[in-house]
């Protein structure tokens, strides 16, 4: 039988190079084929629409989807 519990060490990662917020099952970036993943991050972004968003300008942002505002 497997219990189903989410498990707290399994946290979402943040890539270091471009904030892109990944599975903790990832190990590397899809976005930016970046390996520096981790766990340190805070504040979280969507962008919907990456083209028309100051937000992702502002973050040199290219594609849409969740990302970390700030990385450690
Ligand atoms: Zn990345």
New binding site residues.
């Given amino acids: 039988m497997v219990a189903k519990r989410a498990s707290q060490k399994k946290l979402p990662q943040a890539?270091?190079?471009?904030?892109?917020v990944l599975d903790a099952d990832k190990t590397v970036?899809?976005?930016?084929?970046?390996t520096a993943l981790t766990t340190e991050w805070f504040g979280y972004l969507v962008i919907l629409d990456c083209k028309h968003s100051d937000v992702a300008k502002k973050m040199n942002i290219e594609y849409n989807g969740r990302y970390a505002l700030k990385v450690r």
């Fill in positions: 890539c270091r190079k471009c904030h892109k970036c899809p976005e930016c084929q970046g």
